[in-house]
């Protein structure tokens, strides 16, 4: 099956080159060429725009920033939906809004097109390592046909039920990080406040019930003062704002809080840092 990929970005570089690895046949198109020449000395083909790699491959996949990068490239005349070929399947692996996801799949019924949304959790080591977790909603029977190629990307692969659920799932997930990361913050704040060798204690920690993927790998991050993106605070803040939109009736204050957290840190420059920034709230 030929593979077309957009959005060649922190994620998506290596989320090509395990495809690749796979002996896929990509093709991506990238808005900054010179960003890209790695991919493209590793097999990848560049293709100079969206609507010509929609029309030539049999599966689109997108890994981009925001939502309306996501309507964009689906819905603008020159984009996806008007030039992807009859029987295409398309997978969107942005976290994005699950209504968007729910129009993608309802406008891609109408040209005979397949669409799914497959966000991912494992930040740039679950993308390098090929172990990312990725959540998938849409047509069962499509998503047990993509699997395959999945699983060249990732490790845990999970179908959670019809257009926009994998999207809420991965929601739902990233509301667990926000109060995870928002924990190992104020632990190393206590443990600068009172002392403490966090070089020797954070590993000690990471045995115990305080264990978690963000006390291993954020905090050594942020110690070392290396606040290069994994994932940028930009796009959690913008993931964080989506989780809020879907809340209705729920108060989830935890969320709400880190979000006021981030926000502040962004307003200030930080916006472009990865997400173990957060301790920089406390200093």
Known sequence: MKIGFIGVGVMGSSMVKNLLKKAYAVEIYARHPEKVKEVVQAGATLIPSIATLAAQNELIITMVGFPKDVESIYFDDDKILNHAKAGTIMIDMTTSS?????????????KGLYSLDCPVTGGDIGAKEGTLTIFGGGDEAVFKQVRPILEAMGKTIVYVGQAGMGQHAKLANQIGVAGAMAAVAEMMAYGRAKGLNLEQLIPIWNTGSAASTQLKVS??????????????????????????????????????????????????????????????FYE
């Not at 699950?98 to 109408?110: D, E, G, V």
């Not at 809340?247 to 930080?270: I, Q, W």
Request: hydrophobic content about 45%; some cysteine.
């Open 98 to 110: 699950p209504s968007l996801a729910q129009k993608i799949a309802q406008a891609a019924k109408t």
């Open 219 to 280: 905090a050594p991050r942020a110690l070392a003062n290396n606040f290069q993106p994994g994932f940028y605070i930009k796009h959690f803040i913008k993931d964080m704002k989506l989780a809020i939109s879907e809340t209705e009736n729920l108060d989830l204050k935890m969320l709400h809080t880190v979000l006021k957290m981030y926000e502040k840190l962004a307003s200030e420059g930080c916006e472009d840092l990865g997400t173990q920034a957060l301790v920089k």
